[in-house]
């Protein structure tokens, strides 16, 4: 009998515990809490029967609980909801941990979560989309991950505020406990939703990534950046980045999953969204030279943004990568072994638990707002000066203190990054069960 293949999904699972294991040795944790962080609390695997194609189909879907070391019933789970081809549990147990991190990383008082079905949404017609994420909700709401104290679901890839409105709509059918909308974020502004809540990871990272900039001085001046990735994330980095407000940071490269573009002196990032509109894709635009997705990786220029799926650079690539330091806006985009590679070329990677946690500081500014006020239409253009004044703040706050530990202690960035994140949950986990050691 020929030997079963390992998915990839399960081997990014364990290289992942591995990791959290040199990191819980690196502060001289208990074994207890090893054993805390190493399996999740819960996983829901549900199934949903829609039609596609005209055609009846079974579909899988996920909900992962990993840890909420708050006190029981104060702060719900909270992580996205992915729509593509590639989820799988695995896939969303590394996910949902990097949701635990990332949240202690900027205070953000909730437990780590992600959920996911493995569709194309770009393959499916609107109505059968929509019937996907109205039974997706009904299943969600069974298992008790849709409530405004328990779990509250957000987008992620393929997800955007259309189909939250769609779960935001379904779930007024279903008793979710408080008003449905206190249970869900990314939801249109006019829905209770937050404005820039969509611009939320891009401009976050962009925000740590300057004050990151500020205190190393790497650069003197501004700096160029190629980019990965033209979704959502993507796309708000190439337009906020290249921005007057931002300084104007050259773009010389970005992709889609299509393809990519560059221009050494530039892209025009203003003309290449338009392209994108009018064509679905960046592929095509005349303006520039294409490259793959792969090629991009490796182009000369200052900082590389992986900023689309998890495992573009790995230690088949990590060795050839040019740029001077690597931003992680995608989530898992580098891998274990290519984090090593790179470290000891003396390439810094800022890690994913860092950059990105834009988006889930959006959610809580939301999901704290729909608990407590429904602003008028009229509120919005201060609440969006609000949200990026806040944002700021919790993105740029734990970046001094990651500079400096780093350089005095000698790690990398993304060691460090878990090593404090880790001496939180520490206390945390030892305050909410118990434990004495």
């Not at 834009?358 to 704290?368: D, H, I």
Request: charged share 25%.
């Amino acid at each position: 009998m020929d030997e079963i293949p390992i998915k990839k999904e399960s081997l990014m699972l364990e290289e992942n515990t591995k990791r959290l294991l040199r990191w819980c040795e690196m502060i001289h944790a208990p074994v207890w809490f090893f054993e805390e962080l190493k399996l999740p609390k819960n996983v829901y695997q549900m199934k949903i029967r829609p039609t596609v194609g005209g055609e009846k189909v079974s579909i899988p879907a996920w909900r992962v609980h990993d840890v909420n070391p708050h006190p029981k019933g104060s702060y719900p789970y909270k992580g996205g909801l992915r729509f593509h081809p590639g989820v799988t549990q695995e896939l969303l147990q590394v996910l949902a941990r990097d949701m635990t991190y990332k949240c202690a990383w900027v205070n953000i008082p909730f437990g780590g979560a992600k959920g996911g079905i493995p569709i194309d949404p770009s393959q499916c017609t609107e109505r059968e989309l929509r019937d996907i994420t109205e039974q997706f909700t009904v299943e969600l709401a069974k298992n008790n991950c849709l409530h405004a104290h328990k779990d509250v679901p957000g987008p992620d890839m393929g997800v955007n505020e259309r189909v939250m409105y769609w779960m935001l709509n379904k779930a007024g059918d279903i008793d979710v406990g408080p008003p449905p909308y206190q249970a869900l974020t990314g939801k249109p502004v006019e829905n209770g939703g937050l404005p820039g809540r969509e611009e939320a990871t891009a401009r976050g990272g962009l925000d740590a990534l300057e004050k990151y900039l500020s205190l190393t001085q790497i650069f003197s001046q501004k700096p160029t950046l190629a980019i990965q990735g033209f979704g959502n994330v993507g796309e708000n980095l190439a337009r906020l980045a290249s921005s007057a407000e931002y300084g104007g940071y050259p773009i010389l490269a970005v992709s889609d999953k299509n393809g990519g573009l560059y221009a050494e002196n530039g892209l025009d990032i203003s003309a290449v969204r338009a392209w994108m509109t009018e064509h679905r894709t960046i592929v095509g635009y005349p303006h520039a030279k294409a490259v793959s997705n792969e090629e991009l990786l490796l182009l000369p220029v200052d900082i590389l943004v992986p900023a689309a799926l998890e495992n573009q650079i790995t230690d088949k690539n990590a060795s050839q990568i040019q740029a001077k330091l690597v931003v992680e806006l995608a989530n898992e985009a580098v891998t274990p072994a290519a984090y090593d590679i790179l470290a000891d070329r003396n390439i810094p990677v800022l890690p994913g638990i860092v950059m990105n946690p834009g988006g889930v500081v959006g959610s809580f500014l939301e999901w704290s707002r729909n608990l407590g006020m429904v602003p008028h239409k009229v509120d919005m253009e201060h609440i969006y000066e609000e949200t990026k004044r806040e944002l700021r703040a919790i993105m740029q706050a734990p970046m001094t203190k990651l500079y400096e530990r780093s350089k005095a202690e000698g790690r990398s960035l993304d060691d460090t990054a878990h090593v404090i994140v880790f001496e939180m949950l520490l206390e945390k986990l030892r305050k909410r069960h118990g434990y004495r050691s």
